[in-house]
């Protein structure tokens, strides 16, 4: 049973060492200053950041030495991080696919590809598994403020994984975005043009559209403590999760106000009327569970793109 | 249309008679609207990747990554033709010296000049060592002497058993190296033989130049009752020696009995010489007079 596992796993690696497309990708990209300066930055936007909120938290409660003010120090510390890391990795990974197959359309090397015996599977995987090399190495470069913040407190490393799984899904999802209009509209700038457009709206637009759904009913009368139908209840409860789920943003906040609230990571519920509750899985898990499934779609839809083109 | 192991073969046509979708039938990578067509017997419809292992493609553009060297540039379609570490390490740097660029490995691709990059690129279509070799225009947009380096590189291919199908706007180039050559007209192959066999088939008249110090008068009165012959065109005539050039058709016979007349006639000649009709002539009169070409095409 082991040796088969080691057995597959060690051709699953054969087969990602043996793509010529992720050795030619990472060379390109990581050569020359373009590369250094974007790590470069990254990392220090976050670091400041991150410094930014420690200075800010130390001048406004002047208690440096009450345990409880570090710890709220690392939580904040690790939230901000995160938010920062989470808005850039969404918006680098699409960068890093959205020319994949497109720009070897523009540059002409397309056709030079297709007459090889590269398969468009490895074409795809392999451009997709370079992208994320990359984002990983850029999450990797990042590691020390997170140390940083779960020194200080406040933040327990579940949370800590959580955050990074989170992370790594939505850049996978986002890579498989862009690869996948790259490969559908055959124009780099149109494909970038619309990636972004579409991850600003799924990215700010739902907790935008959640933030002034709550002021408009507001002063409609709408109020949620005047206790509306069960089901009613139990149906907007619903729509939220899901909602609340689908957006990397929103399900890590919600996941971890369901943490403080709760004390659960997976698990969660709401006072639906008496003692009944509305029982939910934490919004990570979902949105886990949903960028998989759009993964595995995008890309198997890319690869059969790229494969017709080939026809 | 067919063409045998060992061959080069010219395709040659105006712009938009079909050469490159030819080529690119043949590569794979345009579907054939009807029928199909075969590369070392394999179906280029069917049996794609057959193909693709069979032949080398050079189209008329670069297909150049900028960022990798020249060694990483054949490397990375070495990979991609799934050669091992060790065909790789063996085959790279003897294909870099067979294009003059073993002392370039390290350079940028983006730095190398265009007779480089035409090359380098032909230096891809051998990495994995294809018995067929298609390439397009692989002389455009080159200096002369660049163009000679292609067309040795060509020659030595050849000599290396490799099939080599090519297409040239440049007849100099396709009557020199080619075995045999296809004229093709708005999609259709109207002719397709050796220079030599084009030549004798679709010129039927000889072009004849003469040479002489005097009796310019007499010549020209014997030239004009010849029957035959047509298109007496003063190439020199000024001063002595003259030079007139004419078509005549008939045969070898007629060509004897014009030399005869005009000795007895007394003209001095000092040369009497029938022209080789080139490849320029062969591509003019097929692709001005399609209706003379499909008469003459030679299947071969």
């Not at chain 1, 939505?170 to 700038?189: C, D, K, N, P, Q």
């Not at chain 1, 759904?213 to 619903?238: D, M, R, W």
């Not at chain 2, 080069?8 to 030819?22: C, E, H, V």
Request: net charge neutral.
């Amino acid at each position: 049973m082991i040796t088969q596992a080691v057995k597959r796993l060690y051709s699953v690696y054969h087969w990602f060492s043996r793509n010529p497309i992720i050795e030619k990708e990472l060379r390109s990209r990581m050569r020359g200053l373009r590369t250094f300066i974007l790590i470069t930055l990254f990392v220090g936007l976050i670091s400041i950041s991150a410094g930014a909120v420690l200075s800010l938290l130390s001048y406004t409660t002047g208690q440096a030495g009450s345990l409880a003010i570090w710890q709220r120090s690392g939580l904040f510390v690790f939230s901000t991080v995160f938010l920062i890391e989470l808005a850039l990795v969404c918006f680098i990974a699409p960068a890093l696919t959205s020319s994949a197959i497109s720009s070897e359309i523009e540059r002409q090397t397309f056709d030079l590809l297709r007459t090889t015996l590269l398969t468009s599977t490895r074409l795809v995987l392999g451009k997709m598994s370079s992208a994320l090399a990359f984002l990983m190495l850029l999450m990797l470069a990042s590691i020390p403020i997170y140390a940083m913040a779960y020194t200080l407190g406040g933040v327990t490393f579940p949370e800590i994984l959580i955050a990074w799984a989170l992370l790594l899904w939505s850049a996978v999802f986002y890579s498989t975005l862009g690869i996948w209009l790259s490969a559908l509209l055959r124009r780099t700038l149109l494909a970038t043009v619309i990636v972004y457009v579409f991850i600003a709206l799924f990215l700010f637009g739902i907790p935008i559209l959640i933030l002034g759904t709550l002021l408009l009913f507001e002063p409609l009368g709408f109020n949620f403590s005047s206790e509306p139908p069960i089901a009613v209840l139990y149906l907007i409860y619903l729509s939220g999760w899901v909602i609340l789920s689908s957006n990397p943003l929103t399900a890590a906040i919600f996941s971890e106000v369901g943490w403080l609230n709760n004390q659960s990571l997976i698990l969660l519920e709401l006072p639906l009327s008496g003692n009944s509750f509305f029982y939910y899985l934490s919004p990570w898990i979902p949105f886990l569970l949903l960028t998989s499934l759009g993964t595995f779609f995008l890309s198997r839809s890319t690869i059969r793109i790229v494969h017709r083109q080939d026809q | 249309m067919q063409v045998q192991p060992g061959e080069i073969y010219g395709f040659i046509g105006p712009n938009g008679a079909g050469k490159t979708s030819t080529i690119r039938i043949l590569c794979t990578l345009l579907a054939p609207t009807a029928g199909d067509a075969f590369v070392g017997g394999y179906s280029v419809t069917h049996q794609r990747r057959e193909v693709r292992a069979l032949i080398g493609y050079m189209p008329d553009f670069f297909g150049i990554y900028p960022d990798l060297t020249v060694y990483e540039y054949l490397a990375f379609f070495a990979g991609c033709y799934e050669l091992s570490a060790k065909d790789k390490e063996a085959s790279i740097p003897a294909l870099l010296e067979l294009v003059d660029l073993a002392s370039y490995s390290d350079l940028a691709v983006e730095k190398l000049s265009r007779g480089m990059k035409q090359r380098l690129s032909l230096a891809r279509t051998l990495i994995h060592n294809p018995q067929v070799l298609i390439l397009d225009e692989p002389a455009s947009g080159l200096d002369p002497r660049a163009r000679v380096e292609i067309r040795e590189l060509l020659r030595e291919l050849a000599s290396m058993g490799k099939t080599i199908f090519f297409t040239s706007h440049i007849l100099s180039d396709v009557s020199e190296i080619c075995t045999r050559i296809g004229i093709i007209d708005q999609g259709k192959l109207i002719a397709s033989d050796t220079p030599a066999k084009l030549s004798q088939l679709l010129i039927q008249t000889r072009k004849i130049r003469i040479g002489l110090l005097n009796g310019a008068d007499m010549a020209h009165q014997v030239l004009s009752n010849f029957p035959g012959v047509s298109s007496l065109t003063p190439i020199r005539d000024g001063a002595p020696p003259y030079e007139y050039e004419f078509e005549l058709a008939g045969e070898l016979e007629d060509v004897a009995a014009l030399h005869r007349q005009l000795v007895e006639a007394n003209v001095a000649l000092i040369s009497f010489r029938e022209m080789e009709n080139n490849l320029e002539e062969i591509y003019l009169r097929t692709t001005r007079n399609p209706a003379l070409s499909t008469d003459v095409e030679t299947p071969s």
